[in-house]
């Protein structure tokens, strides 16, 4: 039964993107509160066909007009530049992994 679910999931972008797997995540850095936490992720989409580079996060605060909130996070320097490290190497693996046949093929069956 999944695989008609997958078919018809896969069939809209953005379900096809969020509920695809994960298959790389940084460690997660917190910002100024400890409840909040800020992660890249590598995932593969639900028919396998794409990478994408995706943020979980639960911020510091937010605040917005109309019901629109808008989210923040703050981080220091230091934690700054390891999240861009981390950015960096999620690139990296969606990049292999979309070059490789054996990954994008293994989730179509």
């Keep these: 039964m999944w695989p008609v679910f997958r078919k018809l999931f896969s069939r809209s972008q953005s379900l096809n993107a969020?509920?695809?797997?994960?298959?790389?995540?940084?460690?997660?850095?917190h910002g100024t509160n400890l409840s909040s936490f800020f992660e890249w992720r590598v995932k593969k989409s639900i028919d396998?066909?794409?990478?994408?580079?995706?943020?979980?996060m639960i911020p510091d605060g937010y605040a917005g007009a109309q019901g629109s909130p808008t989210n923040y996070m703050n981080f220091d320097l230091e934690t700054a530049e390891r999240v861009r490290e981390h950015l960096t190497e999620?690139?990296?693996?969606?990049?292999?992994?979309q070059n490789s046949p054996a990954a994008a093929s293994a989730d179509n069956s």
């Design 18 to 29: 969020l509920l695809g797997d994960v298959i790389f995540a940084t460690p997660r850095e």
């Design 48 to 56: 396998g066909a794409k990478f994408y580079v995706s943020l979980a």
């Design 90 to 97: 999620c690139i990296d693996v969606a990049r292999r992994s």
